[in-house]
């Protein structure tokens, strides 16, 4: 049982707000030297070793540094004044085009903070001043801004392929879908709340001035070079011309390339993108070597013999060890973050799954959406801080959390669609 009092100790250290990477080591050693002697860790080097040299994880600074550059460029203020030109004269057509450019900033950042921090900063006052209901404006921005999740290329989907030993193009493959119907489902919603609700998304008065034709030339000067990099990036993984890894450093140099199109490279914008590259990666990177250290100990203390025989043993199946171990990860992801998870909690449970049956792309997709909601569920949902963080004065802290409940919602309703129809999205 010394495994499972680790488990629970480590959650419990969790919300005293010390960093991640040393609760999860420090938890590891004590209870690891305690149950086994300090020769528990000795093959702890060849697993940091193993981890360094990981082809797979090498996409992870790669894409954050895509994803940076392009933050950096105005490319989000260019594309979400592109796409409300386009989309403004219909009820909720800045809220739409919200979601839009959250997808296309997603497909071509897959930085969810940086997302949520240009719509806020952008695409909130503009919706504020055309009278959009404050709790529909906040919730779109946080929604949207969370697909970078499951919208390939995402961080999280590198992270689970590399847990789960699944090929990470499989995994970018079995996510578009999902992650499509998602914004068709946001979309929908904006739509019909607009539609019963005239005052909450009014149309944007359209300028007689410009042609339609202007309107069209704007939009697509906008949206192609981003679009372009998305198809070479996503296209080569696809089509199997280049390893994700090849593939994030061609995003790379692609960044680099638009933000010379869009004249704002300098060397200070190079300097501060590979910066805060670093700093991420480091967490990341960081949280892996608790997690590894953990991982060990909690094996070697026969945490993993315990959890596996509970959990196979569960009433339903397959089905029931789906639910029981969704519904353990959304709750998780109301306090801890998706990183932690991945690392912490997806090993635990991959065994046991595998034990199963279960197809890991099924599994991996099933997790990674629900990871999406942790971004948005109170009270430590990072998209909320991250808008609470550039939203104006008048936008209270209940405005964000009301607005993300309906988006929410439709997230499990996808979620569980992927869990009871999977064949739909050919993951099994």
Known sequence: MIGIVMF???LALLLSGFPVAFI?????????????????????????QSIMQSTTMMAVPLFIFMGLVLQKTRLAEQLLEAMAKLFGGVRGGLAISTVLVGALLAAS????????????????????????????????????????????????LIILGDVLGIPVGDLFKAALWPGLLLIGAYVL?????AFLNPASAPALPIDRNISRRTYYGQALKAILPPLALILVV???????????????????VGALILSLLYRQFSW????????????????VFAILLGATAFSMAFSYTGGDYIVEEVLTGLPGGQMGFLLLSMLAILVLGFFIDFVEISFIIVPILAPVADALGIAPIWFAILIAMNLQASFLTPPFGFALFYL????????????????????????????VTILMFPGLYGLV
């Open 109 to 156: 950042t897959g930085v969810v903070g940086a997302s949520v921090v240009a719509m806020g900063l952008i695409s909130l006052p503009v919706m504020l001043k055309y009278n959009y209901e404050k709790s529909l404006a906040c919730g779109t921005i946080c929604a949207s801004g969370t697909l970078g999740q499951i919208i390939p290329p995402s961080i999280i």
């Open 234 to 252: 996503l296209g080569s993984i696809f089509a199997g011309v280049a390893t994700p890894t090849e593939s994030s450093a061609l995003g790379g």
């Open 189 to 193: 919603y904006i739509l019909i709340y």
């Open 268 to 283: 200070k914008m190079l300097y501060e993108a590979a910066l805060e590259t670093v700093k991420v990666t480091a967490m």
């Open 8 to 10: 629970f100790a480590a």
């Open 388 to 415: 609470k963080g550039v939203a104006p004065v008048s936008i209270r802290t209940t405005d964000i959390y009301r607005g993300v409940v309906p988006f929410i919602l439709l997230q499990l309703v996808v979620l």
């Open 24 to 48: 999860f080591g420090g938890v590891a050693l004590l209870f690891g030297v305690f149950a086994e002697g300090p020769d528990i860790f000795a093959f702890m080097p060849f697993r940091i």
